[in-house]
């Protein structure tokens, strides 16, 4: 028997990377799940056929689609049990100063503002579930800054504070609301940034981004949202675990402190 049996998700950003992953691992465990992405041809690829998994193209960000997929979860699931906000956007690369108002609004829109209006909308069906989940893909960029993304590292620290509120209000309703912080992923927005582990560039870049010595996988951020959508995960609320194999615990040894290197 599977860890979410008879439960109904909807994941956003679902035909690719971490979505991707987080649909299947949840068919997995036995929900059946709404996969909600931009991309009809990506869906496709990733999905058709599949028993559990109903592939649904929608722009997250656009008008009314916050109340076009609350109709779409009762009419094809009968109501919702657990909502993962996974789509987000990286924006364009600009120091602060230079950001234009066009690419933090858009960022905004994907990253913030879609994550705000669908979860609002979702609230009544996850008051009627018995087990009522939020889960957000958001980032290490939600605790700390990054050089040339001051547009995402606010959309995300945003993200986080929402997670909070709802986790906070809906805690009553027995609703859990918690962000995935991940790092490092290998995916469709990140394949060209990450240099393979076997080229020089891409050892120095991993010597830094973790100590396991490896990016991550897809699969290593839907283990954290099963947990947080599975019963054991029931009293955690309010959270964001980090998933960045290590990243962020360390400080930039000093040189002397690396004489004693092993
Ligand atoms: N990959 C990483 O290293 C990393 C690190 C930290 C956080 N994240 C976050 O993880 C989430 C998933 O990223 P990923 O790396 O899997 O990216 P990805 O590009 O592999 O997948 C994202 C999917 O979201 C879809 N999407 C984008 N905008 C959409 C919209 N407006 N409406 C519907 N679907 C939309 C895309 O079509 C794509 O299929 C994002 O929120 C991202 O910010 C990723």
Not at 26 to 31: D, M
Not at 150 to 164: F, N, P
């Amino acid at each position: 028997m599977g860890q979410l049996e008879g439960r109904r998700a909807l994941v956003t950003g679902a035909a690719d990377g971490i979505g991707r992953a987080i649909a299947e691992t949840f068919a997995h465990e036995g929900a059946r799940v709404l996969a909600v992405d931009l991309s009809a041809d990506k869906l496709n690829t990733a999905f058709a056929g599949h028993a559990a998994i109903t592939p649904i193209v929608q722009n997250i960000a656009s008008e009314g689609a916050a109340d076009a997929l609350v109709a779409r979860s009762s009419e094809l699931l009968g109501g919702l049990d657990i909502l993962v906000n996974n789509a987000g956007i990286p924006g364009e690369l600009a120091m602060l100063h230079e950001t234009t108002d066009e690419n933090w609004r858009r960022v905004f829109a994907v990253n913030v503002d879609a994550v705000f209006r669908l979860t609002r909308a979702c609230v009544p069906l996850l008051r009627s579930s018995s087990c009522g989940r939020i889960i957000t893909t958001a980032s290490v960029c939600a605790e700390y800054g990054l050089r040339l993304q001051g547009a995402y590292v606010a959309s995300k620290h945003a993200v986080s504070g929402l997670m909070k509120g709802f986790a906070i209000e809906l805690g009553p309703d027995g609703i859990t609301a918690n962000c995935i912080n991940p790092a490092n992923t290998v995916t469709g927005i990140t394949r060209d940034w990450f240099s393979p582990e076997q080229s020089n560039e891409g050892r120095a870049y991993l010597d830094v981004a973790s100590v396991l010595g490896r990016y991550s996988h897809p699969e290593d951020m839907a283990a954290a949202a099963l947990y947080l959508a599975s019963d054991g995960g029931g009293y955690v609320t309010g959270q964001s675990i980090t998933i960045d194999g290590g990243m962020t615990c360390r400080l930039p040894s000093l040189s002397h402190a690396t004489r004693y290197q092993s």
